[in-house]
């Protein structure tokens, strides 16, 4: 009677890791679309705290192993930002040919290291601007996975 019992529980444990086997790495990583969105979009921000990027990189996990030298928070809705993937295909800083130019300025926060900040204790100046942005995109849905650049909006 045992033994019949671990014939039917012995397949039955093999199936269950199995499947955990496929499901538990997916769960744990993070979309590149995810990763901008929790790298790049404030939509309710910014304030007006000199500390802003300070707080904001910590938030943001982008202070973990080593200070990301520079960061930009998009202040815009996400859909505004996800609507710049319709725009016509530019070339991206790194040769790719999925980048895309916002049409009108966004608000924009650049945070960048200070000289002589040094990991863990990351200092980060914050600047607000308003400029065009360009993103890379991909997937299906076509949305924004990179932040490439920020242009000065011309006068």
Request: net charge positive; glycine share 6%; aromatic share 6%.
């Amino acid at each position: 009677m045992a033994q019949e019992k671990s014939l039917i529980l012995f397949p039955l444990l093999v199936l269950v890791l199995l499947v955990l086997g496929w499901v538990q790495p997916s769960l744990g990583k993070e979309s590149r679309a995810k990763k901008f969105q929790r790298q790049h979009m404030d939509p309710d921000g910014p304030s007006n705290n000199s500390n802003y990027c300070n707080q904001m990189m910590r938030r943001r996990n982008m202070t973990e192993g080593r200070c990301k030298p520079v960061n930009t928070f998009i202040h815009e809705p996400l859909v505004d930002v996800q609507a710049i993937c319709l725009q016509g295909n530019i070339t991206c800083k790194n040769g790719q040919p999925n980048c895309h130019k916002s049409s009108s300025s966004m608000k924009i926060t650049d945070c960048r290291v200070t000289s002589g900040s040094k990991y863990p204790n990351c200092d980060y100046r914050t600047s607000q601007k308003e400029r065009h942005i360009i993103v890379a995109c991909e997937g299906n849905p076509y949305v924004p996975v990179h932040f490439d650049a920020s242009v000065e909006v011309s006068s």
